[in-house]
């Protein structure tokens, strides 16, 4: 597909999510060899209308350039005009060959032997029931004439992109999953280390965001580090056959710390720490195989060491817009906790760690609205969670921090997903 199609599906994207109807395309789209009937079924098997319907319109960009035109004729044959219309008046790149196509059979298509078979097609979950009520909206008419000329696009060619058709987490289980947040706001003296003004808000934010997102959230408060282990070790050991992914949010203090996979560290009310690494351990597939192969995403709000980052623009910012930030480090120590046996350690997969900011660096927490971090991604999050993956959500993340403050942050993530992962929003 050449790239002004593709910016074509990507600027009408949220509306082709929401409205496309994607049941009576299935046979069409088989039958004029726009997909092979494995890519269907992988289609079907994205989860609820909505989910489908995001997944189809990114395999489309795979499957050459005559697969826009083959596409908008499906919609103008199930009667979806408005969707065609939008489509076809936004492709400019060039004249759409059209032919009279000949109607088919909504439910058949060939087989190998010549003979016609009826094409499977799966239930689908249609979701709530706003949801329904959007996709039962009348649709429009249209004066377009009918498409002539036309043709397929060759026949399979090798195959699918496997890096985009089906690659999907699903999340069909409610509540999702597990959502851990710990919150630390107050440390010993002996730590040495300051109260965190503003975590309370950042941890109702993310309490009320991963709520509405379907996860079941638990909140635990001033962990020291030996708790935090704890905590988080029991988190891994419940059985999480039932649901469909697993969250973890902290809120604290964090130091430099030197490592293998993952970098920083994490600092309890007692002003010990714990690796990032030994976090993330606890949750890998020999250690937590009830959580195998589903996504497991870590949230860090901590600073990944004691640099401030004074940024190469000019800012404008003026000195009161700074007056309540403060930053969640402590000095570089390396008197911490290393994870158990790391050499043993299976290759992560399933995993993504987000850091609110570049390992080394200080991260800003507002006193009054919270961390520039949390404050952002819980905004984002409520925009597009409906209609965009989560990395693209973390790129949107980042690029907003990172034009903050006079001093500078950009939030980063290592992701070892294998899929593309969308939050349940209905």
Known sequence: MEEAQRELF??????????????????????????????????????????????????????????????????????????????????????????????????????????????????????????????????????????????????????????????????????????????????????????????????????????????????????????????LQHLAQRDHSALDCCVVVILSHGRQASHIQFPGAICGTDGGSISVEKIVNFFSGSRCPSLGGKPKLFFIQACGGDQKDHGFQVCFNTIEDNFFIEADATPFQTNFDQPDAVANLPTPSDILVSYSTFPGFVSWRDKKIGSWYIETLDRVLGEWADTEDLLSILLMVSNAVSSKGTFKQIPGCFNFLRKRFFFKTK
């Open 10 to 231: 990507q600027r009408h994207r949220l509306r082709l999510v929401k409205e496309l109807q994607v049941e009576p395309l299935w046979a069409l789209m088989l039958e004029r060899e726009l997909f092979t009937r494995d890519m269907i079924e992988d289609l079907q098997s994205a989860g609820t209308r909505r989910d489908q319907a995001r997944q189809l319109i990114t395999d489309l960009q795979t499957r050459g350039k005559q697969a826009l035109p083959i596409f908008i004729s499906c919609l103008e044959d199930t009667d979806q005009w408005p969707l065609a219309a939008l489509l076809r008046e936004g492709n400019t790149t060039q004249q759409l060959e059209t032919v009279d196509i000949e109607p088919v059979e909504m439910n058949r298509s060939e087989g190998a032997s010549g003979t016609q078979e009826k094409l499977p097609i799966k239930p689908v979950d249609s979701g709530s029931p706003t949801s329904k009520k959007e996709e039962q909206k009348e649709q429009g008419t249209s004066s377009l004439g009918v498409v002539e000329g036309a043709v397929g696009p060759p026949r399979a060619r090798g195959g699918r992109n496997p890096a985009l058709v089906g690659q999907v987490y699903p999340l069909t289980s409610d509540p999702c999953g597990y959502c851990l947040i710990i919150n630390n706001v107050d440390f010993s003296a002996a730590s040495g280390l300051s109260v965190r003004t503003g975590s309370n808000i950042d941890c109702e934010k993310m309490q009320k965001r991963f709520q509405a997102l379907h996860f079941a959230v638990e909140v635990e408060w001033n962990l020291t580090a030996k708790a935090m282990g704890t905590t």
